[in-house]
């Protein structure tokens, strides 16, 4: 490991243990994991590692998170954010969230209207890049389906969440995609081509078993919904421009000009209010964009003074090969991800680390079947 210090530290990782008693602590005591805004635990963590390191310095301290705040990587992500902020906000005002979730329920079979369900919500979650939005699109109309059909709700609303979910880090304008692929240096397609093949067949076999569940099950007419190919249309831009592997910003900002326009000739918008969408979307990755700056910063400090190497070091002494230290990453992922209830914030957190694996076994695949 040539390119980075060789001291180890295990203090050096005290930040780190800081907003994890802190943030864990808040959401026990309270029942409530997000009473605590996980920025706020950040900035405390950021505040005990300056103490920690003060005897070298409040300007040399200065000089390493800036060095890797003004990294290309994490500068590129956290535009990446913004600029896909834009796209959701202008392509949902357009109305393309309620014309794809229409599209579908228009051409879904009723007898197979949960596997339909569950298949619409990996088709939105993928073009939409959000497990949340999805969620908040799709329950009403697993309420609906569940009311016309008697299927359970419980068996609706599941297939809206495992729909939801199989996008969510699928999808090329995803929070946790853009973090993955900036901090491990990838491709958006490749590591969409990794991950796909890992999701596909537990698609299918949910598929399978919500068929086996409920498909014997009948439901009336959906009725005339209303829908349009073409508020559809960015969607299906963003997603085969990141496929061929046009640059992000290329595919989101076509994407974004193009549900404007969609949204302005279909009389979804008008100018004024044209601005305000993009303005709330944007606002919307507001708190991963920081907290994604406060994280580069905590982890460049940790880094710098020995505890990244420290844990390469335990990690490296207890795994042999390539699985064990895919097997490593995942359970720090794993855990960051239990701890923080936040894959982008885990993602953020990990990938300087898994970083450091990869380079050092020579897989750059590793990650990217990971994350």
């Avoid at 498909?215 to 349009?228: M, V, W």
């Avoid at 460049?300 to 390539?322: D, F, S, T, W």
């Avoid at 990938?351 to 695949?365: N, V, W």
Wanted: hydrophobic residues 50%; proline residues 3%.
């Amino acid at each position: 490991m040539e390119n980075i210090n060789e001291r180890q530290n295990p203090w050096a990782l005290l930040p780190i243990g800081v907003f994890l008693v802190i943030f864990l602590g808040v959401g026990f005591l309270s029942k409530d994991f997000y009473t605590m805004p996980a920025i706020v635990a950040f900035l405390i963590a950021l505040l005990v590692a300056f103490l920690q390191h003060q005897k070298h310095g409040f300007n040399k301290n200065m000089k390493v998170i800036s060095r890797s705040i003004g990294d290309e990587n994490i500068v590129t992500m956290c535009l990446i954010f913004l600029a896909s902020g834009a796209f959701s906000g202008a392509v949902k005002a357009a109305g393309g969230v309620e014309s794809t979730v229409n599209l579908g329920l228009s051409i879904m079979p009723s007898n197979i209207a949960v596997v339909g369900l569950f298949i619409i919500g990996c088709f939105i979650s993928v073009s939409m890049g959000t497990s949340m939005g999805t969620i908040a699109a799709m329950a009403p109309i697993g309420v609906g389906i569940s009311e016309k059909t008697g299927i359970p709700l419980p068996i609706c609303i599941g297939a809206v969440v495992c729909g939801a979910m199989f996008g969510d880090n699928l999808s090329m304008i995803s929070d946790t995609t853009i973090a993955a692929v900036r901090t491990q240096g990838c491709e958006m397609k490749d590591k969409f081509k990794e991950n796909f093949i890992i999701v596909l067949p537990a698609a299918i076999i949910t598929a399978i078993c919500f068929f086996i569940i409920a498909g014997n099950e009948t439901s009336q007419n959906f009725g005339s919904l209303d829908y349009s190919f073409i508020k559809v249309m960015p969607y299906f831009l963003v997603l085969i421009g990141a496929l061929i592997g046009i640059n992000v910003f290329v595919v989101l900002i076509s994407g974004t000009i193009l549900s404007l326009i969609v949204g302005l000739s279909t009389g979804a918008m008008n100018f004024s209010n044209m601005f305000v969408s993009l303005g709330d979307g944007i606002t919307g990755m507001y708190d991963i964009t920081i907290i994604s700056i406060i994280v580069a910063a905590i982890v460049a400090m940790v880094k710098e003074y020995g505890g990244v190497n420290y844990i390469l070091h335990v990690v490296k002494k207890r795994i042999r090969g390539k699985r064990g230290a895919e097997f490593g990453i995942s359970i720090l992922v794993l855990l960051l991800d239990l701890c923080t209830a936040n894959n982008t914030v885990a993602i953020v957190m990990a990938g300087p680390i898994a970083k450091e694996l990869s380079d050092e076994f020579e897989d750059r695949q590793l990650v990217q079947h990971l994350f």
